[in-house]
């Protein structure tokens, strides 16, 4: 029989190996720039996250493109959390240095069209794990983002899209309005954007939009494109 405390110890020493940081850890404490480089580029998972908890709770925004480059390798789950979030809490000066990053780190961006609808309700949260801090600031990285669409790359203007429509939605915002209608416009015909743009006129009651989800639920032979303006046009009923 396998002891109770053989058991915990293999718990313990799973998460560690995976970055967490238990609540024992005095991130309050005074750390060199230079001590908080050299553990954010240690082989110790454990270590990150604490250099990154250290930095998000000092906002060491100096920091801010070490750690742009830490999330660009780490593979260790709680150490990508503590990155993050320490990113998140950096606020406007984390904002420009992610979006040099959409769509660039990690390859769980959606790369095809899905093949059944998304069952849940409210706006998806986005694959791209940038977009996903991004979104979580607001307004702020909303009109950062829209005023920096202009001659963007085809994989940063995906996870884009997915930014601006996440936070129109949950801030019932139209600053992004005009551009995604511009995007639907010239990128008709590239379906997994196009699809995108359809899931992000969801935020939006608008005429204009309207009638354009009204017309891909009648003609639309792509289905993943008839189904999410179908569900598009439910969720801005709901509203």
Known sequence: MVKKSCIKKSKVENLESRGYVDDNFD????????????????????????????????????????????LQKEMKLYSKIAICNALYVMGDASIDPLLDNLGLIGNNQYNELPDKPFGKGGYPLPRDIVARTLVRMGENALIRTVNSSDNKPRVWLLEAVDVMGHISFYNQSTVASGKLLELYYENINDLLLRWKLIRAFSAFELDEILAILQKEVEKSRVPAIKWEAERSLRMIGDE
């Open 27 to 70: 991130y309050t404490r005074p750390y060199e720039i230079i001590e908080l480089e050299m553990m954010l580029k240690s082989v110790n998972a454990v270590k990150r996250t604490q250099a990154a908890l250290v930095i998000g709770y000092n906002r060491i925004s100096e920091m801010v493109p070490n750690l742009i480059i830490s």
